[in-house]
């Protein structure tokens, strides 16, 4: 999912990042290091910022070819945003519960959560914000509403607050583990045991900064997954996340050899089941209401192209 972070600050007031250099970074470039570091923002904007003296190595301003050592701290100063203005946009959500305190949606794959560089306006929180004006602010002026995230090609079910007291509430469940987030997830070849936990760490792909991947050093994530049906060359489980790393269950059944059908990123380029998109759904999200203090659930059933997918299988 996913997919949580709290340390997101005002955009208004914009943001400082410290990097350690790991072992493994050691004699490489200051601007590749910083772009696989920090996928969210352009190589060219990253270059602006060197060029300006935003971006340090031990307190001290270099070039972009500059040559890492283990152990340096990298600092970047993100200035604040400017003329990125949220706009509310007519577009239809499939609400799945609301009341004063959340709205629970059925968010469809394609839809990016909220406005960044490159993804300005479409997304969830545009359409939230048409929906209605009460929403948490803690997030920034680009997040609100926003407690966790779903990737772009993800779809399912996902909470937002209509206020800060609900945002907190919510928030601290998913960092203390009380929150249960299962995916449904399509993915290639036979997946012998019934069911199994992969634990391993995830960061940054060394090379690739568009892509997670497991690593030693990585921050630790658990994804638990249980088999729902066999296909012959496909198995369609069941996944719970324990941890919220980005991209975590794609990364971790990539690397049980089991990548998931349609995603581009951590699998093969071509599936015969005609799926454009990585087949993974939160098909059920469970948390304890921040104002009634009852546990609640909510689903949202597996989108047309999933189906599509399956019932391709079942015929063959």
């Known amino acids: 999912m996913g997919d949580m972070s709290q340390n997101w600050q005002n955009d208004r007031l914009g943001e400082e990042l410290q990097f350690v250099v790991p ?51 990298v600092h970047i100063i993100i200035p604040p945003t400017k003329g990125l203005s949220v706009e509310p946009e007519d577009i239809l959500l499939d609400v799945v519960y609301e009341d004063a305190d959340i709205i629970v949606v059925n968010k469809p794959a394609g839809m990016v959560v909220h406005p960044a560089f490159g993804n300005p306006g479409g997304t969830l929180v545009n359409a939230l914000k048409a929906h209605t004006s009460d929403l948490s602010d803690i997030g920034g002026a680009h997040r609100p509403g926003i407690i966790h995230r779903l990737d772009k090609d993800t779809s399912g079910v996902m909470v937002t607050a209509k206020n800060n007291y609900a945002h907190m509430a919510i928030a601290q469940q998913i960092k203390e583990r009380q929150a249960e987030r299962w995916y449904l997830a399509l993915v290639f070849g036979n997946i012998v045991r019934n069911e199994g936990t992969v634990d391993a760490p995830i960061a940054r792909h060394p090379v690739n900064r568009k892509k997670m991947a497991v690593c030693e050093g990585g921050r630790n994530a658990r994804t638990h997954y249980y088999v729902r049906e066999r296909f012959g060359d496909y198995t369609l489980v069941e996944c719970r996340l324990e941890t919220g790393r980005t991209h975590q269950i794609r990364v971790h059944l990539s690397y049980i050899r089991h990548p998931l059908v349609g995603d581009l990123v951590y699998g093969p380029k071509r599936n015969k089941l005609n799926l454009k998109r990585q087949a993974l759904h939160a098909y059920r999200l469970g948390l304890y209401h921040p104002r009634q203090q009852k546990f609640v659930e909510f689903e949202a059933p597996l989108p047309q192209d999933i189906n599509n997918a399956l019932k391709m299988l079942e015929k063959r």
């Open 23 to 73: 072992q493994h970074w050691a004699g490489g470039r200051l601007d590749h290091f910083i772009t696989n570091e920090i996928s969210e923002y352009s190589r060219s904007f990253l270059r602006r910022l060197l060029d300006q003296g935003l971006i340090t190595v031990n307190g001290h301003s270099v070039k972009a070819g500059y040559k890492l050592r283990t152990g340096e701290s």
